[in-house]
């Protein structure tokens, strides 16, 4: 098959591991290797020349330009700035390197280990106690919570929620829920209600435009993202630190600072906080549901 006789796409058409397994059962061997190496390792892409990468696989480099064009490309450097793209937006498969492979595990756990210190340290550092109080105050004198957060982020949000529930009374819900959409929760939504959003990396774009209509229904909204992701305008915007040795992100610090905000909160709610939490304990106690 020619190169030639697939017209280009543009380079946002299809991802790049999409437009890689489209082609995969029409490739010639050498080309089929090249291709395995790339859906087996795709961030390494960015991180090599054309020379480089027929190096690495053993191919030629007439060999990387034919399968660079083959996949619509207008040559190396605009798959490399697609692939390097997928990979700021969060893809765990193309942040996965082949010089990872084969580390001694105890490589690995200090390097992690080293990592989440560094994280640690440089969220926390960003936070003001100030910013926490003022933000725990809000919580507590809040009408309702939402607290919102897609893929990933629905588990942090349902984290966060479960925390606060120790000490705030008020309503508080994870949206959406099962078969639910935003646009009911937009509904309820108005002055003296607190929106918590989780928008950390590959979230989804109604997030945005929920919490702007927040905004304009009078809630005040907590944004918690990480260093690399856009985030909405919001009274609170808190960046946590995910950065990882390996493909997948490091939360140590977006649980520290859940931690320090439900602490916070706690803290701030004095005799009601406690009351409320006296009261959960005689509900768990009179239920005999605890071990």
């Known amino acids: 098959m020619n190169p030639s006789s697939c017209p280009p796409e543009p380079a946002e058409a299809h991802s790049f591991i999409a437009r890689v397994r489209a082609a995969l059962p029409q490739l010639p061997p050498s080309e089929r290797r090249l291709a395995e190496f790339l859906l087996d390792f795709p961030g390494n ?20 330009t034919r399968f660079i064009q083959r ?11 697609h692939a390097r793209a997928q990979g700021d937006n969060g893809s765990p498969l193309f942040l996965a390197a082949a010089s990872a492979q084969g580390r001694p595990t105890a490589d690995v756990i200090a390097t992690h280990l080293r990592q989440a210190s560094e994280n640690l340290a440089i969220t926390i550092g960003q936070i003001s106690a100030d910013q926490l109080d003022a933000i725990a105050m809000a919580l507590i004198g809040a009408r309702q919570l ?3 957060g897609y893929r990933q982020n629905r588990n942090f949000a349902a984290y966060l929620r479960w925390q606060l529930l120790q000490a705030l009374e008020m309503p ?32 989804v774009r109604v997030v945005s435009e929920f919490a ?11 944004c918690i993202t990480d260093h690399a992701s856009p985030a909405p305008e919001a009274d609170w915007l808190l960046r946590v630190q995910t950065s990882a040795p390996g493909p ?19 803290q701030q709610s004095g005799q009601p906080g406690r009351r409320h939490m006296a009261a959960i304990e005689t509900s768990h106690d009179a239920l005999d549901e605890m071990l």
């Open 172 to 203: 508080s819900q994870v949206i959406p829920g099962a078969g639910e959409t935003l646009g009911e929760y937009a509904a309820q939504i108005g002055e003296n209600d607190v929106v918590v959003i989780f928008a950390l990396r590959r979230s």
């Open 71 to 81: 996949l619509g490309y207008e040559g190396y450097e605009d798959a490399r700035r």
């Open 45 to 64: 892409l960015s991180s090599y020349a054309a020379a480089e990468m027929a190096k690495l696989t053993g191919v030629s480099n007439a060999t990387v």
């Open 212 to 222: 702007r209509q927040a905004r304009l229904l009078g809630a005040r909204l907590i």
């Open 146 to 148: 939402f607290f919102v």
């Open 248 to 266: 997948l992100d490091n939360h140590t610090a977006l649980f520290m600072l859940c931690h320090l905000i439900a602490t916070a909160t706690l």
